[in-house]
């Protein structure tokens, strides 16, 4: 069974620096979907960024960037240039590619933004 | 503002209930998939739809159950409401066969059993 660990439970930046949140998975899958979910009080989930594992090159956009070391098996998020809007619960999610979009989550890490 | 709709946003129950929660999908997609998540913890994976039939499940019981309708919004059915089944309840619809796939996620239904 796959499973997805977030380590950080809390984390905290000021704003404008720049943040990483950790995320570990364990799959025996070779081909599959990793995404940073931002859940913000409104409780609403908002993909925040997307990689594919057959794809070496890291994901990136806008302020979001990712680390993702697939021999590792781990996928950190970096936020550079932190925004008070950034403060949410952030989630790790996997998806092998056959499974059609069943996710899996980690636990969540609660980034909070200081002015 | 995703498309993906859920209804109620909030519900109170008594154990022993039963209750339906509903997901209206994004249009265009095929493939909903139910969560729970419990306070201070991540979504699990309940179910998923895809062209009315039960495409996959995770580790919920038989009371647990769904339906998705010809135009592919869906139901989820809780049977016996027991304490632990208190949680954010969120739907996600997708586009099957589509290799760039994204979920995208309604805003909840909050269940609270007393």
């Known amino acids: 069974a796959q499973t997805v660990t977030q380590s950080q439970p809390e984390m905290s930046v000021q704003e404008a620096e720049t943040v990483t949140l950790s995320c570990t998975y364990d799959t025996s899958e070779s081909d599959y979907y990793l995404f940073w979910y931002k859940q913000p009080p409104s409780r609403q989930m908002i993909l925040v960024i997307r990689?594919?594992?057959?794809?070496?090159q890291n994901a990136t956009e806008n302020r979001f960037s990712v680390n993702f070391q697939k021999a590792a098996k781990s996928f950190s998020l970096k936020i550079s240039d932190s925004q008070l809007g950034d403060a949410a619960m952030y989630f790790c999610?996997?998806?092998?590619?056959?499974?059609?979009?069943?996710?899996?989550f980690g636990g969540g890490t609660r980034l909070m933004v200081k002015p | 503002e995703t498309g993906v709709t859920q209804s109620p946003t909030h519900l109170i129950k008594t154990r022993g209930q039963q209750v339906t929660l509903r997901c209206s999908s994004q249009s265009g997609h095929n493939t909903v998939s139910w969560y729970q998540q419990a306070l201070g913890q991540g979504p699990q994976f309940i179910f998923q739809y895809y062209r009315e039939e039960e495409n996959g499940r995770g580790n919920f019981p038989p009371r647990f159950s769904g339906l998705q309708f010809p135009n592919y919004s869906s139901e989820l059915n809780v049977n016996a409401l027991e304490l632990d089944d208190s949680a954010l309840y969120l739907c996600?619809?997708?586009?099957?066969?589509?290799?760039?796939?994204?979920?995208?996620f309604g805003q909840g239904t909050r269940l609270t059993v007393v």
């Open positions: 999610a996997y998806t092998a590619l056959n499974a059609g979009n069943m996710l899996t």
């Open positions: 996600a619809s997708s586009l099957a066969g589509a290799r760039s796939t994204e979920a995208f």
């Open positions: 990689q594919e594992a057959y794809k070496q």
